[in-house]
């Protein structure tokens, strides 16, 4: 099949991946024909993209609608299965099928034109805590990575490669964050977590209103998802720090996480961000609002 896809896609991809990414692209057609064919699939819709994955709506030999996933093969895209095979559509999109040879999934068909952006912000904030409450039921399946290693990963790589940033991060935000990594890391736990659940990473179903897509997948504390709804729709705190505090104790309400444990994984997620960026300059000095403003906000 051709597949039309936007530009900027493409050039990212190869721009990351290098040949690598050249020879997916290349390869992506036959693949996703490939894959019409094993599962007996239709072609229903546009092809759209994300970062890392293609998207084409699809109609199964029974008549039923679907999405079928095709995404780069990286260890961040890995979780993504077997996270949804352990949630089994509860707070999810479902999991039909999975060819991981091909890095392909079948999906549940939800709505992508309509996600949380459109819902207001705390309505919206209290939506994700209850999905996050229901994800939080599951443990992680073998082989989920685990936060207690990522965290004392941070905690040791941070110092090394931070260098005070735009406009001069403090050290005594990168001394909290490390102090948190290792304070909480080794009793982080095995519950699955989805990572990134931000307001358009829900979409509306049929099946349920709103359901959570694209988990990280990570085997840890459940407070550690403190940051993705903080960290978008900042144009909408208003002035001063309450606003992030309040969208804070929302979501730890409706999700049941403890607020300071919460607040303290919020702080090491920012810091570690705006270390990790500033190897690009034009990242960093871009998103550096966002971490200086939340820091103001939750750091000590």
């Known amino acids: ?46 092809l ?19 999405a079928l996933k095709v995404t ?5 895209q890995a979780p993504e299965a077997p996270s949804l095979a352990a949630w089994d559509g509860a707070g999810a999109v479902r999991l ?14 939800l709505d992508p034109r309509r996600d949380l ?50 406009r001069e991060l403090p050290r005594r935000w990168l001394d909290q964050a490390v102090a948190n990594c290792q304070e909480l890391g080794p009793g982080s736990g095995s519950v699955l977590l989805h990572v990134d ?18 988990p990280k997948g990570l085997a840890g504390d459940p407070e550690f998802e403190s940051l993705a709804p903080l960290w ?7 002035e001063g720090r309450d606003g992030v505090r309040d969208r804070l104790a929302l979501l730890c309400e409706t999700a049941g996480l403890e607020p300071e444990r919460a607040r303290r994984w919020a702080v090491a997620r920012i810091v570690e961000d705006a270390v990790d ?16 403003r939340l820091l103001a906000a939750l750091a000590d």
Do not use: C, K
């Open 277 to 292: 960026r500033q190897a690009d300059a034009v990242a960093a000095e871009r998103e550096i609002d966002v971490h200086l």
């Open 117 to 166: 952006t459109g819902v207001p912000v705390r309505e919206a904030t209290a939506i994700i805590g209850g999905l996050l409450a229901r994800l939080h039921r599951a443990r992680a399946p073998a082989g989920i990575p685990s936060l207690a290693v990522t965290a004392a990963r941070w905690a040791e790589e941070m110092p090394q490669i931070w260098t005070g940033g735009a």
């Open 72 to 76: 780069w093969p990286g260890p961040d």
């Open 1 to 46: 099949m051709s597949i039309d896809l936007a530009q900027a896609f493409t050039d990212d991809l190869r721009n990351r991946e290098g040949q690598a990414g050249r020879a997916w692209m290349a390869a992506l057609p036959a693949r996703i024909d490939e894959l019409l064919e094993a599962w007996e699939l239709r072609r229903d819709g546009d």
């Open 232 to 238: 978008n729709r900042v144009e909408e705190y208003g």
């Open 96 to 109: 039909l099928r999975h060819d991981e040879r091909r890095w392909a999934l079948l999906l549940e068909r």
């Open 197 to 214: 659940l931000h307001y358009e990473n829900v979409l509306a179903g049929d099946r349920e209103p709103w359901l959570a897509i694209d």
């Open 48 to 66: 759209r993209h994300g970062y890392v994955a293609v998207v084409l709506p699809v109609r199964r030999a029974d008549g039923t609608g679907a």
